[in-house]
């Protein structure tokens, strides 16, 4: 199979997480751009692609890239690039736009201008003047920055994070890519205990034991790319079977998650269920004020409520102070919060060995990581 380039978009701030993704998938060409990683990859490519990347949003192939700053250039462009190696004659090819800093700003004559050569090169090939496309989708996307066009298909149709099990949504969720990056970002390791005292729906639990199990966070659903000719089943089907035969099932995990709402932690045993790993996340309702474990190193991994997305921000103040007194029992481990609230610090009582500015959806937010003394060595014999 040839090789061409593909585009895993991501969130800014995790282009380094989608990164060590991609190439723990054995991927050649990792090259690491504002809110995407380009790689080289094939039609098997972009079916591992989908089923494993954790922290990407979507999986693109780059069709071209070039400079075009009148109409002109970018439908001479874009007619130059070979539409017809992918798109079959009865292919559905939407056009959608965005533009930045350039030269062309009116995205709507940008698709149009984009729709209109592509059409004109799938006429060259199937010798006909009218396309119905009733047949598989492929939407075709111009992103203009600087006065450089880039031109992509996307292959995955549904964002990344629509894993497939949560069909329930709880008030402001986090998307299940964020999470999954947040546990990666945290180092955690499935021998270690994890405590969400805010988990909601549960996505962070469900997305660490995800993690821990090996289990392919895109298996629960199908892609756009799914129903491309020129991607067969077979390629599916082999990428399926090798995720299956990846799974671990010996493991003993120690995640729980706890909140104060009943009723959303009905939603979380749901979307746990529906993830396969209800088994080993344990649910509990819970004031974090409560909080306490048995075991002496672990992490707590969390996105609690704060006034710009939920409620009163003097409440969010009032939360914070709460956690700082819960969380002295636990004077041995790592703590790791997802925040917009300015002040996180102040009222945790602690600065952060580290933070990271993350954004969940478009709230600029902190993850603040304040590191836990190390276990000692176990003594050998």
């Known amino acids: 199979m040839a090789k061409f380039e593909l585009i ?8 380094s997480v989608v990164a060590r993704e991609v190439k723990q998938l054995g991927f050649e060409g990792v090259n690491v751009e ?5 790689f080289s990859g094939d039609e098997a490519g972009i079916c591992r692609a989908n089923l494993w990347l954790r ?8 069709m071209g890239e070039f400079r075009a700053r009148t109409f002109e250039e970018l439908f001479e462009g874009t007619k130059a690039l070979n539409w017809t190696d992918w798109l079959p004659e009865d292919g559905n090819f939407p056009v959608e736009g965005k533009s930045l800093n350039s030269t062309l700003f009116s995205v709507p004559d940008c698709q149009a201008i984009v729709k209109k050569a592509v059409v004109e090169k799938m006429k060259q090939k199937y010798r006909r003047s009218w396309f119905e496309e ?7 996307e111009v992103a203009l920055l600087k006065d450089t066009a880039t031109l992509t298909i996307d292959t995955s149709g549904a964002g990344l994070h629509k894993r497939g099990y949560r069909q329930l949504v709880g008030q402001a969720p986090l998307k299940e890519t964020l999470a999954a990056a947040l546990v990666s970002l945290s180092r955690w390791r499935e021998d270690r205990a994890l405590i969400d005292p805010f988990c909601g729906s549960g996505t962070i639990p469900i997305e660490a034991a995800l993690i821990a199990l090996n289990i392919a966070p895109g298996l629960k659903r199908e892609f756009a790319a799914s129903k491309w000719p020129n991607v067969p089943a077979n390629l599916w089907r082999e990428a399926r079977d090798e995720a299956n035969s990846h799974i671990r099932q010996d493991l003993s995990l120690k995640i729980i998650g706890t909140d104060i709402d009943g009723e959303v932690l009905s939603l979380a045993r749901h979307h ?8 080993y996340i344990h649910f509990q309702q819970l004031p974090v004020s409560e909080i306490r474990s ?5 992490w707590v991994l969390c996105n609690p409520p704060y006034g710009e997305r939920l409620g009163d921000p003097q409440e969010a103040a009032a939360l914070y102070t709460e956690m700082k007194q819960a969380f002295k029992s636990l004077d041995t481990w790592s703590f790791y919060v997802l925040t917009a609230y300015p002040e996180f610090e102040h009222l945790f009582g602690r600065r952060a060995d580290k933070r990271r500015k993350l954004y969940n959806g478009r709230l600029e937010c902190q993850f603040y990581q304040f590191f836990g003394p190390k276990p000692p060595r176990p003594d050998k014999d």
């Open 134 to 140: 009733q047949g598989p989708r492929y939407k075709i």
């Open 8 to 15: 895993a978009t991501t969130a800014f701030g995790l282009e």
């Open 55 to 62: 922290s990407a949003d979507r999986v693109l192939v780059k």
């Open 294 to 298: 048995s075991h002496k190193y672990g």
């Open 272 to 279: 746990a269920r529906q993830a396969g790993v209800e088994r």
């Open 34 to 38: 504002n809110g995407r990683v380009v």
